[in-house]
């Protein structure tokens, strides 16, 4: 589970929010600090963005754009009063300077799973230059040495204070970084800009030099070593805001141990706790628990340099979510029943145990308050009897299980709530006490047959749907086991009832409950119904076109076009630099959605990106996903042709020649757009530039040298960093190669084609299921962005070009993985819904008309009512998303795609009866070379 999902829980409960709005605009809950309500000193400029507010004097405006900025770290407890020291600081000196405005805010910075990179960053205050600079730190480091704040990981500490050092930026500037997205710059000593890299660990630019003034500081904060430990630490197993967690061995008896560290300030829960207090609550519980054999025992606590570190026996085994990708039947096109049956004999067994083990935590007087999959350890004994081919007989061995992770866990007189929770495991606010442990026994119960239940976040009636999913495909499940984890799960409000959410304020999913009432209709069941029958969908996913009816009006009901950040909510990406724009995650993919579905315009999604294309968001990127060009591909297929070529002439005005070469954001999705929109609004010129493209594209092919064999390492690292897929990696590319070539019938094009695809065939295997899949060493992609349903994609329409037996087999092989029953996600990019449009639109032999049926079908697993319509949950499912790459903007472009005769597809991505054929004329050598190693096709 990606963590930084967690804070954007929190402002709202339906959708992805950016935090900051936790204290602006409309309904905002969170008082600022009395220092944030100041107002604007005579003479400044102040503004408010994101989680800062930012305070310039107007007289000096020719500040430096990058130099030695100063950080001030604070608590919850002391902000307030460090700010108005900063400010009583600055604005007589007139020294430009931003912080923090409310409590909530520095929470979010400061909690447990926040960005290691922003941790503790309360206020940062830009001196003029090495002078002020250390004058600055002598002054007001002197005003704020006795306050205490988190030490930032990203700084350099002064004097054991709150004030840390960084050189990077001042001003906002871009350049494109190693993996060819915008990232912020700074500039070089040539003029150049380059990354502004700010890694969790104090650098410097190589032509920068450190001060002298910070040179002991620098020393002291090397002077910290593990080596006088009487333990050596192995490898980092976790690490989180608050710490890490470390696998190592006690040199003074070889035993392998486990550290866990905990930072001061740092990694707080909702309650305020910072990681010191809850490692010192795991190590009282431990104790508490000694000789029961369901936890660690404990063998050391100390501290080192401010830290402080707990020592537990380390235990063999697996967490339990280990499992899945390795066991779970349903990770298969065609399931075998009896491996269906004796993984249910297996996870009910499994489950006893665990609830044996919370029952003997129960018995020390403890709530344990964080049970979910990972904090769950299997036995190596269960591992193995979980494969084996008589793990579900009546005599096998019950399961061992033991728990982790502690620091949640509390004595039941204390009457705890939950501070810190897996998002799919939240309690609501009525459970207390051991009853916190009930529920999330009973998700587990659900989970270890559809490990779905976030999306109890949004809305805790889909417990029953979910429940009767899996006794579908789970025939020998007890009906008793499902029905009692429904009843626990739903309470005594009735699975029908809008719900209460999880603890105000907590970490995990924030508030949970229904969404709102339908403006328009009431809601039918049909695919699934809560608790005594209640309706819970308005349709099927795969009843068009009243699916497609139901996806326009969600999407109709969540769109904001009163907000200049985003008009439809998605993904958290997009609330990057123009992320509320793109084809991914913003208005462009939903309006192309809508267009290519035959659904009705969104008039006020089209109105809010025309306005806000105006003047694209500074920072912006360029790409055909994730950028200006493919808002400009989206528009001109609007027809608004004139903003196409205005956002493209800005694009064409910069750099773009140094982008790195995926479709999603690189020269691959360039070269597309740009080769289009030269047919389509008239400008031959364009196709001078796409020509360009393909050429530095098949150069770079050229230098990248022979594919990975397939060898033993299986890591990105190993590779070059390279990764493979339709939007990340070089079959990108070979789809622009495909369409250049049926414009200009240049077989260098095709030849390219075939070389880009055979470097990305060679980072796949087949997994345990048969299926072809990415393999990226620390897991394997089946889909459509980022695995081998994106190549095999590409291999279709290449094969309508050229035959090749070897890209024959490879399309075919990856067959099984596009049919599997089980998928985490609905998504498009990484989920069920890319499935289901390879499926609508590939030529393998053997395709069932069923398969495509089946996986429409299964949309209905992830589905939610919303606005009187369908909608699904977007990345990690703890709220709905209705965009392209994530959400329901996506699944309604899958699902169109699907209909027999559909003309809807992705962009340059069209069904076979449109894809282009090369035009029947010589070859008039207006294309690109052929890249090295033509010889192996």
């Known amino acids: 589970m990606d963590k930084r999902y967690e804070a954007f829980c929190l402002a709202d409960e339906y959708f992805y929010e950016t935090p900051d709005r936790l204290a602006g605009g409309a309904g905002a809950s969170v008082a600022l600090f009395s220092v944030a309500r100041r107002d604007?000193?005579?003479?400044?400029?102040?503004?408010?963005?994101?989680?800062?507010?930012?305070?310039?004097?107007?007289?000096?405006?020719?500040?430096?754009?990058?130099?030695?900025?100063?950080?001030?770290?604070?608590?919850?407890?002391?902000?307030?009063?460090?700010?108005?020291?900063?400010?009583d600081y600055c604005v007589p000196r007139a020294i430009p300077f931003k912080f923090v405005p409310g409590k909530q805010l520095l929470y979010l910075r400061n909690s447990k799973y926040a960005s290691r990179t922003i941790s503790g960053k309360f206020a940062t205050i830009y001196p003029r230059d090495d002078a002020m600079l250390h004058t600055l730190l002598r002054e007001l480091g002197e005003q704020l040495s006795a306050e205490d704040g988190p030490y930032i990981l990203t700084d350099l500490r002064w004097r054991g204070g709150p004030?840390?050092?960084?050189?990077?930026?001042?001003?906002?500037?871009?350049?494109?970084?190693?993996?060819?997205?915008?990232?912020?710059?700074?500039?070089?000593?040539?003029?150049?800009?380059?990354?502004?890299?700010?890694?969790?660990?104090?650098?410097?630019?190589?032509?920068?030099?450190?001060?002298?003034?910070?040179?002991?500081?620098?020393?002291?904060?090397?002077?910290?070593?593990?080596?006088?430990?009487?333990?050596?630490?192995?490898?980092?197993l976790h690490f989180s805001n608050g710490g890490g967690v470390y696998a190592g061995t006690d040199l003074r008896d070889g035993t392998q141990v486990v550290l866990k560290e905990a930072r001061p300030h740092a990694g707080l829960a909702a309650d305020g706790a910072d990681a010191v207090a809850r490692l010192e609550r795991e190590r009282a519980a431990l104790e508490r628990l000694a000789g029961l054999g369901v936890a660690p025992g404990v063998r050391d606590w100390f501290?080192?340099?401010?830290?402080?570190?707990?020592?537990?026996?380390?235990?063999?085994g697996r967490t339990l979510n280990s499992f899945f990708a390795e066991r779970h039947p349903l990770l298969a096109a065609d399931p075998d029943p009896a491996e269906v049956a004796s993984y249910t004999r297996w996870a009910v067994r499994v489950h006893g145990a665990v609830e044996r083990a919370v029952a003997a935590v129960h018995g020390r007087g403890l709530v344990f308050n964080d049970l979910h999959m990972f904090n769950i350890m299997v036995a190596p004994e269960a591992d193995a009897a979980a494969?084996?081919?008589?793990?579900?007989?009546?005599?096998?061995?019950?399961?061992?299980?033991?728990?982790?992770?502690?620091?949640?866990?509390?004595?039941?007189?204390?009457?705890?709530?939950?501070?810190?929770?897996?998002?799919?495991?939240?309690?609501?606010?009525?459970?207390?006490?051991?009853a916190i442990d009930r529920y999330a026994l009973a998700c587990l119960r659900i989970a270890l047959f559809l490990p779905m239940t976030t999306l109890l976040a949004v809305d805790r009636r889909k417990a029953a749907h979910l429940a009767r999913v899996a006794a579908?495909?789970?025939?020998?499940?007890?009906?008793?086991?499902?029905r009692e984890a429904v009843e626990e799960i739903t309470g005594d409000t009735g699975a029908g009832a809008r719900t209460?959410?999880?603890?105000?304020?907590?970490?995990?999913?924030?508030?949970?409950?229904?969404?709102?009432?339908?403006?328009?209709?009431?809601?039918?069941?049909?695919?699934?119904?809560?608790?005594?029958?209640?309706?819970?969908?308005?349709?099927?996913?795969?009843?068009?076109?009243?699916?497609?009816?139901?996806?326009?009006?969600?999407?109709?009901?969540?769109?904001?076009?009163?907000?200049?950040?985003?008009?439809?909510p998605g993904d958290?990406?997009?609330?990057?630099?123009?992320?509320?724009?793109?084809?991914?995650?913003?208005?462009?993919?939903?309006?192309?959605?809508?267009?290519?579905?035959?659904?009705?315009?969104?008039?006020?999604?089209?109105?809010?990106?025309?306005?806000?294309?105006?003047?694209?968001?500074?920072?912006?990127?360029?790409?055909?996903?994730d950028g200006l060009l493919g808002v400009a591909y989206v528009l001109e297929r609007l027809g608004h042709g004139k903003r196409a070529l205005d956002l493209v002439e800005q694009v064409l005005a910069e750099n773009w020649q140094a982008l790195a070469s995926p479709l999603h954001g690189g020269l691959a999705g360039a070269g597309l757009v740009l080769d289009h929109l030269a047919t389509a609004c008239g400008e031959p010129s364009l196709h001078d530039h796409a020509l360009r493209a393909a050429t530095l594209l098949t150069g770079r092919l050229a230098a990248a040298g022979p594919a990975y064999d397939g060898g033993a390492a299986r890591t990105p690292a190993a590779r070059g960093g390279e990764r493979a897929g339709l939007l990340r990696g070089w079959t990108g590319p070979a789809l622009f190669f495909l369409r250049l070539y049926e414009r200009t019938g240049d077989p260098a094009l095709l030849d390219a084609a075939a070389t880009a695809l055979r470097r990305d065939l060679a980072r796949c295997r087949t997994d345990r299921t048969g299926g072809l899949v990415v393999d990226e060493g620390h897991r394997t992609m089946p889909y459509l962005g980022d695995g081998s349903a994106g190549i095999a994609a590409v291999l279709d329409d290449y094969l309508a070009h050229r035959g090749d037996e070897d890209f024959a087999a490879a399309r075919a092989a990856v067959l099984p993985a596009v049919r599997m029953r089980y998928y985490a996600q609905p998504g498009l990019f990484q989920g069920r819904a890319g499935m289901l449009l390879h499926l609508g639109r590939t030529?393998?032999?053997?395709?069932?008309?069923?398969?495509?049926?089946?996986?429409?079908?299964?949309?209905?697993?992830?589905?939610?009512?919303?606005?009187?319509?369908?909608?699904?949950?977007?990345?990690?499912?703890?709220?709905?998303?209705?965009?392209?790459?994530?959400?329901?903007?996506?699944?309604?472009?899958?699902?169109?795609?699907?209909?027999?005769?559909?003309?809807?597809?992705?962009?340059?991505?069209?069904?076979?009866?449109?894809?282009?054929?090369?035009?029947?004329?010589?070859?008039?050598?207006?294309?690109?070379?052929?890249?090295?190693?033509?010889?192996?096709q």
């Open 40 to 87: 604007t000193p005579e003479g400044w400029v102040d503004a408010w963005s994101g989680d800062w507010r930012q305070l310039q004097p107007l007289a000096d405006r020719d500040w430096p754009e990058q130099g030695w900025k100063v950080h001030v770290s604070a608590r919850l407890d002391n902000a307030d009063r460090i700010g108005t020291r900063i400010w």
């Open 163 to 236: 004030l840390h050092v960084r050189y990077g930026g001042f001003a906002p500037r871009y350049c494109v970084g190693a993996d060819g997205a915008l990232v912020p710059a700074v500039e070089g000593p040539d003029g150049t800009l380059v990354p502004d890299r700010k890694d969790p660990a104090f650098s410097v630019p190589d032509w920068v030099t450190l001060p002298g003034f910070l040179a002991p500081e620098l020393a002291a904060r090397n002077a910290t070593t593990t080596s006088d430990l009487p333990y050596r630490i192995e490898r980092a």
């Open 303 to 316: 501290e080192l340099g401010g830290h402080r570190f707990l020592v537990m026996d380390f235990l063999p």
């Open 387 to 434: 494969g084996g081919a008589d793990a579900g007989g009546a005599d096998a061995a019950e399961p061992s299980v033991a728990l982790v992770d502690f620091e949640a866990a509390a004595p039941v007189a204390d009457g705890p709530r939950q501070i810190v929770a897996h998002p799919g495991y939240v309690a609501p606010a009525d459970r207390e006490g051991f």
């Open 472 to 482: 579908e495909e789970f025939p020998e499940l007890p009906e008793e086991f499902l």
């Open 500 to 568: 209460a959410g999880a603890v105000p304020g907590a970490v995990a999913a924030g508030g949970t409950g229904g969404p709102p009432a339908s403006p328009s209709a009431p809601v039918a069941a049909r695919p699934g119904a809560a608790a005594g029958g209640e309706p819970l969908l308005p349709v099927e996913p795969g009843d068009w076109p009243r699916s497609r009816a139901a996806m326009a009006r969600a999407l109709a009901a969540s769109a904001t076009p009163e907000r200049d950040d985003r008009v439809f």
């Open 572 to 625: 958290v990406a997009q609330f990057n630099d123009g992320g509320g724009l793109g084809i991914s995650f913003g208005a462009a993919g939903v309006l192309y959605a809508l267009a290519e579905a035959g659904a009705p315009r969104n008039e006020a999604g089209e109105e809010w990106l025309l306005k806000r294309t105006a003047a694209p968001p500074r920072g912006t990127p360029f790409g055909l996903y």
């Open 843 to 936: 030529a393998t032999p053997g395709v069932r008309a069923a398969d495509p049926a089946a996986q429409a079908a299964a949309l209905s697993w992830y589905a939610l009512p919303y606005g009187g319509g369908l909608a699904f949950p977007g990345d990690q499912m703890m709220r709905l998303s209705m965009d392209l790459a994530t959400g329901t903007a996506g699944c309604l472009l899958a699902l169109a795609a699907a209909q027999p005769g559909s003309d809807a597809g992705l962009p340059f991505l069209p069904p076979a009866h449109r894809r282009g054929r090369r035009a029947d004329r010589p070859h008039d050598g207006a294309g690109v070379p052929a890249p090295s190693g033509k010889s192996r």
